[in-house]
């Protein structure tokens, strides 16, 4: 009864390459966050989108495309990777407003 | 920089002493909320409080909200080991479409 999962758990992958993650949400949330977590936590938000709508677009690479082909998902896309892309990145969902539920991190290592 | 600022940011405690951890951020907002996130597992939700509030309690944790300072703590009564973890602030700030400003966390150990 996963609320919210993310696929693959883990991504290694080589400079130059692109990839996709992919996250469901099964809690009827309206919007889906996408999140990013460097090697010191520190965690900033990258994308959100509201009933397959996006309000949250941070100053992130148009090389990092996100994609909601209904309101239970929220994948990313990324080409061409590179090396400061290694990090974890989390999906989340919520109401509007209220907290914020996240996935289990997809582990990104770029080599 | 949005950031929140969170204070210490780490912090080694006996079993059963409390825990207190701060957290200072720079905008107005509609809430302030806490997660916790154990080694290589995703954030969980603790606490949500809103701006028109100055103290909430779920369990073994106090939270306080202080606007006019722009900031807040989190108290862990009576630790445990399994308390062990990274504890965040966020604020959901007025106007930014829901999107939550996290700080740097505070890194906990609970020593048994």
């Known amino acids: 009864d996963t609320a919210v999962s993310q696929t693959p758990k883990y991504l290694v992958t080589q400079m130059g ?8 949400q099964n809690l009827g949330h309206d919007t889906m966050y996408w999140y990013k977590q460097d090697s010191k936590k520190f965690l900033k938000i990258m994308f959100s989108y509201n009933n397959k709508e996006l309000i949250i677009n941070e100053t992130v690479p148009n090389r990092f495309s996100p994609k909601s082909p209904d309101k239970a998902h929220l994948n990313l896309h990324i080409n061409s990777l590179e090396l400061g892309d290694s990090a974890v990145y ?9 907290e914020q539920y996240f996935g289990p991190g997809t582990r990104l290592t770029v080599t | 920089s949005q950031q929140g600022e969170e204070d210490p940011q780490a912090l080694s405690i006996q079993e059963g002493e409390n825990a207190t951890m701060n957290c200072s951020y720079k905008t107005s907002i509609n809430n302030l909320q806490w ?47 399994a308390d062990t973890a990274s504890y965040f602030c966020a604020t959901d700030p007025y106007n ?3 999107k939550l400003i996290f700080g740097q966390g505070t890194e906990l150990s609970v020593k048994p």
């Open chain 2, 35 to 81: 997660y916790r996130q154990n080694s290589g597992r995703g954030l969980v939700h603790l606490i949500l409080i809103r701006s028109n509030e100055r103290e909430k309690h779920s369990g073994r944790l106090r939270v306080t909200l202080d606007t006019s300072k722009k900031s807040s703590s989190l108290l862990i009564t009576a630790s445990r080991a």
């Open chain 1, 90 to 98: 989390f999906c989340a969902s919520s109401t509007r407003s209220y």
């Open chain 1, 17 to 24: 390459n692109d990839k996709s993650i992919k996250c469901e």
């Open chain 2, 96 to 98: 930014q479409g829901g």
